[in-house]
């Protein structure tokens, strides 16, 4: 009899701990509850990467687009004895660049070039009548009209070794003469917060090499 007491008791004793342990298990989570959260926080981690890889995308085209065009230039200005230049638009509403040429060798006017008025007017005005048109001409046989710099981003600055300080604002001026010399230059594209490239122009081969950071020409030791 005694026997049994201990026993009744002890089976009580479980009954009851399996009934606290249930309770705890009550209030956590359950499986389901689980996947919910974890399905809600892949969702909102998602959300930013298309953009962030839209913003990536079109910027490398830009990237694929710009070497091809700088090594068009080059050879466009020796086969056709012709002084070119890229042109850059600094407008963080329409940031774009083209092609211009002009016949012959062309001198680059320094004075003019570091004047952001005299550069931003193209040529300096005369008091003729009928003043000679400007050397240079949008080229359509590279470019047929201006391409806008993709996907939001602007041309933050241009600077070349002509320049005594970094061109910001305006219009900016990359030159090839016929002999195939290529004015130094890094152009740097970003969306003004985060992403910032840097496209080196090289002097010597117009070859565009394209570093994911700001860099200058002073850092990259070509000026």
Do not use: C
């Not at 956590?28 to 839209?54: D, Q, R, W, Y």
């Amino acid at each position: 009899m005694e026997n049994l007491s201990v026993l009744s008791a002890t089976t009580t004793t479980f009954r009851s701990r399996a009934r606290l342990f249930r309770g705890r298990n009550q209030k956590g989570f359950s499986l389901m509850e689980v996947l919910i959260v974890m399905a809600l926080i892949g969702a909102i981690a998602t959300m930013g990467l298309p953009k962030l890889f839209k913003k990536e995308t079109s910027l490398r085209t830009m990237a694929r687009h710009l070497p091809a065009l700088s090594k068009m230039v080059r050879n466009r200005a020796r086969l056709t004895n012709s002084t070119m230049r890229l042109v850059f638009k600094l407008d963080p509403k329409d940031p774009s660049y083209w092609v211009e040429k002009a016949n012959g060798i062309q001198k680059i006017d320094l004075e003019a070039l570091n004047d952001p008025k005299r550069r931003n007017g193209l040529e300096e005005k005369t008091d003729e009548e009928n003043p000679p048109p400007p050397p240079f001409a949008p080229d359509k046989a590279v470019m047929k009209k201006p391409k806008t710099v993709p996907g939001g981003f602007k041309i933050l600055s241009v600077e070349t070794a002509n320049t005594k300080e970094p061109i910001t604002e305006g219009l900016a001026f990359v030159y090839y003469s016929p002999e195939g010399i290529v004015e130094h230059a890094v152009v740097h594209v970003g969306d003004g917060k985060k992403f910032t490239w840097s496209f080196v122009i090289n002097p010597l081969t117009g070859q565009v090499d394209l570093l994911t950071e700001a860099k200058s020409l002073k850092d990259l030791d070509v000026k």
